[in-house]
C-alpha cells in the first residue's frame, strides 16, 4: 500500500467515526431499535448539542426507513399512565447546551417501517433544525443496546 493510499484511507476512518455536525449543531451517539423482527415501528435515540451562541429547535425528522418519522415524547397523563404524543413544536436545543432524544423521553420514532430494523443495519436520517437547517446522519441499529442516561459534560 502507497504512503498516498494509506494516508486517504486513514482520513476516511477518522472522517467517517466522527459525531455528525451543522454549523453549531453536533450529533453524537445515534442509534435506532425496534421490539421485534416483526414491529412496524421503531425508534432512534441521539445525543444534541448545541455549540452556539442562540437556541436552535429541532423542528422535523425525515427518512425513508419508514412511512412517517416524527420526533415523540412520554409525558404521564393524570391517571399517572404514561403516553407517546408528537412534539409538533419541536424541541429546543439550548445555546451552549444538549439535549438527549433518549428511551422514555424525547425521540425520533419511525411508524410504519420500510423494512425491519435489523441488528447492524444503518438507517439514513435527516434531522431538520429551525437555524442550522438540514443535518444529515446514519443511524446505526443496536438492538442490544440497554438504556443509558447521557451524562456527557458540555
Do not use: W
Not at 455528525?20 to 416483526?38: C, E, F, H, L
Not at 452556539?52 to 415524547?73: I, M, N, P
Not at 424541541?91 to 417501517?113: C, K, N, Q, S, Y
Amino acid at each position: 500500500m502507497s504512503f498516498k493510499t494509506l494516508c486517504l484511507a486513514t482520513a476516511l476512518t477518522v472522517c467517517f467515526n466522527l459525531p455528525a455536525s451543522a454549523g453549531a449543531i453536533m450529533v453524537q451517539d445515534p442509534y435506532a431499535r425496534a421490539s421485534g423482527k416483526s414491529a412496524t415501528s421503531g425508534a432512534a435515540f441521539m445525543m444534541l448539542m448545541n455549540h452556539g451562541a442562540v437556541d436552535d429547535r429541532l423542528v422535523g425528522v425525515t427518512s425513508d426507513a419508514a412511512k412517517k418519522v416524527e420526533l415523540h415524547t412520554h409525558s404521564e397523563d393524570a391517571n399517572g399512565v404514561m403516553k407517546m404524543r408528537h412534539l409538533v413544536e419541536g424541541a429546543v436545543i439550548p445555546a451552549g447546551g444538549m439535549h438527549a432524544l433518549e428511551r422514555g423521553g424525547d425521540h425520533v420514532m419511525f411508524m410504519g417501517l420500510s423494512a425491519p430494523m435489523t441488528q447492524g443495519d444503518e438507517i439514513s436520517v435527516t434531522l431538520m433544525f429551525e437555524n442550522a437547517g438540514a443535518v444529515s446522519i446514519t443511524v446505526p441499529v443496536d438492538l442490544k443496546r440497554a438504556p443509558k442516561k447521557h451524562k456527557m459534560k458540555h
